[in-house]
């Protein structure tokens, strides 16, 4: 089945120091990925939606120059939290839309504590 | 805009049957999703309603009611395994963004 493979799954950065997040599709093609964040006992909080090829479609409330969002082929996008401050510590899920099937896949998460 | 909810928290005793009801308002409806999702791990896909009735999947079955803007997901034979958080989301028309609830923390006990 279409396997979306996210790494890191954990990191620990010093505040004011940037970290860069990778989504793949291992075996298929993600024209259109979607990018959540979850803080603990809450629900999945979509942050942005990237196109394969555009520029990424910013959710309300979220900051494009912190939250970069590259998503330059259809097997790679990329998601850079900027100048991380202890705020930003979250769960990071990105989220690959399957055109056939009209289902979606997700990545395995990335647990970002910012020290 | 949408409006998805759905119970915080239920409990229930291994061997037996819990339902996790959602109900919905949204601008369209294009189909509705149900997740389960452990503790530091990403979603994983149970169910997929988008015409009325109910889906059988072996223990789990789904339900949808277009016109009442409810779902509920049933979980049958509880074993601890099923301990999660089970989430509702919303796909509508012409988009592929979800709007998930905020889930449903159930916890099973022997």
């Known amino acids: 089945g279409a396997v979306v493979s996210q790494h890191p799954s954990r990191v620990i950065c010093k505040s004011g120091t940037s970290v860069k997040i990778e989504c793949r599709s291992l075996?298929?093609?993600?024209?259109?990925m979607f990018w959540y964040r979850q803080f603990p006992k809450q629900s999945l909080m979509l942050m942005a939606t990237s196109n394969e090829g555009s520029k990424a479609t910013y959710e309300q409330g979220v900051e494009k120059d912190k939250f970069l969002i590259n998503h330059a082929s259809l097997t790679l996008s990329t998601l850079t939290v900027t100048s991380a401050h202890p705020e930003d510590s979250s769960f990071y899920i990105c989220?690959?839309?399957?055109?056939?099937?009209?289902?979606?896949?997700f990545g395995s998460g990335t647990r970002l504590t910012v020290v | 805009g949408q409006n998805i909810d759905q119970p915080t928290e239920m409990t229930a005793t291994e061997g037996a049957i819990v339902q996790i009801n959602c109900t919905y308002q949204t601008s369209g409806f294009n189909g509705l999703f149900w997740y389960q999702q452990h503790a530091g791990e990403a979603p994983t896909f149970l169910s997929y309603?988008?015409?009325?009735g109910l889906e059988e999947k072996g223990r789990f079955s789904s339900f949808l009611s277009r016109s009442k803007g409810y779902s509920y997901l049933l979980l049958k034979e509880l074993q601890m395994k099923d301990s999660a958080s089970y989430l509702c989301?919303?796909?509508?028309?012409?988009?592929?963004?979800?709007?998930f609830g905020a889930g449903t923390t159930v916890t099973v006990r022997a």
């Open positions: 075996d298929f093609q993600a024209t259109t």
């Open positions: 309603n988008v015409l009325d």
């Open positions: 989220s690959a839309a399957l055109i056939q099937g009209g289902g979606y896949t």
């Open positions: 989301a919303v796909r509508p028309p012409n988009d592929y963004k979800l709007s």
